[in-house]
T-cell receptor, first 117, second 113 residues
Framework: GAVVSQHPSRVICKSGTSVKIECRSL??????MFWYRQFPKQSLMLMAT?????????EQGVEKDKFLINHASLTLSTLTVTSAHPEDSSFYIC?????????????FGPGTRLTVL | AQSVSQHNHHVILSEAASLELGCNYS??????LFWYVQYPGQHLQLLLK??????LVKGIKGFEAEFIKSKFSFNLRKPSVQWSDTAEYFC???????????FGAGTRLFVKA
């Protein structure tokens, strides 16, 4: 089945530093990937939609200069949290839109827990 | 604005009880509907989905959901829950065209053994 991985699974960084999170579709090509943020005991909030080879589309209220998204290949999208602050601490989840018969489905990665000190 | 409402934030049931979790959405166009489950410490897994056809869909682990278009609802049901169903359940609506998916706030289900 379609598998999506994320790396790292957990990261702790100092305030002011940048952190990169990778999202990979392991056994399929994903023209579209999505980045979500999940606060404790809350739902997933869509941050941006990432299309391979083009600029990401950000949701209202999401700072595109703070959350840099790159989707350079059909199997990899990266989210870079720049100049991270404690309020950026959260659980970041990516998903990839399937291909073929699974075109209308999303497959989720296991998430990355970011803690900014 | 599009939204997804899950009526119950926390549900506590005893084993063998029946379950129904409500989900309503606000969007006038065509949608694809999903229920996901997130077990403690694990990532989201698809329970079931509705794209078209029979509005009663069956998923994994004995779950089913019924799409009622006139009510913009997609309620999740299971006739007899088990302790292992303890998890958080998310209803999600994919807007066709842009494929943007909106999630409900989630329902935490705790099943007492």
């Amino acid at each position: 089945g379609a598998v999506v991985s994320q790396h790292p699974s957990r990261v702790i960084c100092k305030s002011g530093t940048s952190v990169k999170i990778e999202c990979r579709s392991l056994d399929f090509q994903a023209t579209t990937m999505f980045w979500y943020r999940q606060f404790p005991k809350q739902s997933l909030m869509l941050m941006a939609t990432s299309n391979e080879g083009s600029k990401a589309t950000y949701e209202q209220g999401v700072e595109k200069d703070k959350f840099l998204i790159n989707h350079a290949s059909l199997t990899l999208s990266t989210l870079t949290v720049t100049s991270a602050h404690p309020e950026d601490s959260s659980f970041y989840i990516c998903s990839a839109r399937g291909s073929g018969d699974a075109y209308n489905e999303q497959f989720f990665g296991p998430g990355t827990r970011l803690t900014v000190l | 604005a599009q939204s997804v409402s899950q009526h119950n934030h926390h549900v506590i049931l005893s084993e063998a009880a029946s379950l129904e979790l409500g989900c309503n959405y606000s969007y006038g166009g065509t949608v694809n509907l999903f229920w996901y489950v997130q077990y403690p410490g694990q990532h989201l897994q698809l329970l079931l989905k509705y794209f078209s056809g029979d509005p009663l869909v069956k998923g994994i682990k004995g779950f089913e959901a019924e799409f009622i278009k006139s009510k913009f609802s997609f309620n999740l049901r299971k006739p007899s829950v088990q302790w292992s169903d303890t998890a958080e359940y998310f209803c999600a609506v994919m807007l066709t065209g842009g494929f943007k998916t909106i999630f409900g706030a989630g329902t935490r289900l705790f099943v007492k053994a």
